[in-house]
């Protein structure tokens, strides 16, 4: 009997606080549009980077070597640029690009694919033959490295030469994480005043705001991809009792 009384008690109080217990819905409007403008700046990055590497592989492109190196280290992360030929043969590099202080990792190399599989070496990333393929139209894209921290960027010009750029990944995430957080406090403010209980995370799950304590899983979810990387708006529910 008192076992029993003792359950009873026990789910009486408990169905008390759920009773009283309210949910405030994360504000959907706000978030939407705080999404939206963290997008177009994101997108905005993207597209600006990408100009910056078309740049290098127009002075590739145009043999430019007395230009190349000093235009490489002045673009975050860069760390090799190769030349292919037509058919793939190997006919300049640019190595040796300035780490960032305090990194140093170690540069994959590059190889080309065979039989349509790409190596897991931690010390190589292979080019695709979409970049290789003289029957194909020019091309670019992105390749990450199995290590995790280098990506490759290559591109196809009409003459069928190619140029692949080896990134720091990790330094250029660091980087875009440093202007994010210097760029978001005023597109942000709307949120904090209202006191939303949101946070934007980078590559890796990066905090670009912390997420708040104890929250659980959250209620929204708004990624947003870019060829750098995949960000998110993660938005929770205020609970009261």
Request: aromatic share 6%; hydrophobic share 45%.
């Amino acid at each position: 009997m008192l076992a029993a009384a003792a359950l009873v008690f026990w789910g009486g109080e408990r169905l008390s606080r759920h009773q009283v217990e309210e949910r405030e819905p994360a504000d959907r409007v706000r978030l939407l549009d705080f999404s939206a403008t963290l997008g177009h700046e994101l997108d905005r990055l993207d597209a600006l980077y990408e100009s910056h590497l078309a740049e290098l592989v127009g002075l590739a492109l145009a043999r430019a070597k007395d230009q190349l190196p000093s235009r490489c280290e002045a673009l975050v992360g860069i760390r090799t640029l190769t030349v292919f030929a037509a058919g793939g043969k190997q006919t300049a590099e640019y190595s040796g690009m300035r780490p960032a202080p305090g990194l140093g990792r170690r540069v994959p190399g590059l190889e080309w694919e065979e039989g349509g599989r790409a190596s897991q070496a931690l010390n190589v990333i292979s080019l695709p033959k979409a970049a290789e393929n003289q029957a194909m139209r020019p091309g670019s894209g992105w390749v990450s490295g199995a290590d995790g921290m280098h990506r490759l960027y290559w591109i196809r010009a009409a003459t069928g030469t190619t140029v692949a750029i080896v990134i720091d990944d990790a330094e250029l995430q660091a980087c875009l994480a440093t202007h994010l957080r210097g760029w978001v406090a005023g597109p942000f403010a709307p949120l904090t005043e209202t006191g939303q209980l949101a946070a934007i995370y980078g590559p890796r799950r990066s905090h670009l705001f912390p997420a708040p304590a104890d929250t659980g899983p959250a209620a929204l979810v708004i990624p947003h991809r870019t060829a750098l990387g995949e960000w998110q708006v993660e938005a929770w529910d205020r609970l009261t009792v």
